[in-house]
């Protein structure tokens, strides 16, 4: 209700469908389901009154699993991006789990050492909470559209997200 007053809660200690080891950020998407990143290293989604509705991923450190998840969020086309803390890097995702591109942390200015967490305005800019470097960063995504075509970085061999004030591309 709009006054604060408890509706339901779900969810249970564990690791199967609708359980949660360490849940860690949520975050709705432009098409109305909840999604819910758990530690463990997967993405659980719902309606927004409970029911499981999926879940996608698995841990480890390759593109396209996860570790460590600390925060979600969504951007305007409905791609849903996952910071990971233990990776050190930002996942960018169809909301069905397909693998869209990787934004990795850098040796470059501009660059995060520690991503914690996300924010996607309006206008297609990424903001990151870098925590060992004690500040925020900010991106401009190079694409929100459905299916972008992304650009490869200097210094990683993996699909870029977003580019720096300065045009520099990650």
């Not at 290293?41 to 396209?64: K, M, N």
């Not at 004690?134 to 929100?144: A, E, F, G, P």
């Amino acid at each position: 209700t709009n006054d604060g007053a408890f509706i339901r809660a779900w969810g249970t200690s564990g690791s199967g469908p609708g359980q949660f080891m360490d849940i860690e950020g949520i975050a709705i998407s432009p098409f109305g389901e909840l999604f819910a990143a758990d530690w463990n290293g997967r993405i659980q989604y719902f309606t927004t009154d409970g029911v499981f509705l999926g879940q996608w991923g698995t841990a480890g450190s390759e593109p396209g699993q996860l570790n460590g998840v600390c925060d979600i969020a969504f951007d305007k086309a409905g791609n849903l991006y996952v910071v990971e803390y233990l990776n050190r890097r930002v996942q960018k995702f169809h909301r069905d789990g397909t693998l869209l591109g990787v934004l990795t942390g850098g040796p470059v200015e501009g660059s995060f050492y520690n991503p914690i967490g996300i924010g996607i305005d309006e206008s297609g800019y990424m903001y990151l909470a870098d925590a060992y470097n004690q500040r925020m960063v900010k991106y401009k995504l190079l694409s929100v559209a459905a299916n972008p075509t992304f650009v490869y970085g200097p210094y990683v061999d993996e699909p870029v997200l977003c580019e720096n004030s300065d045009g520099t591309r990650h």
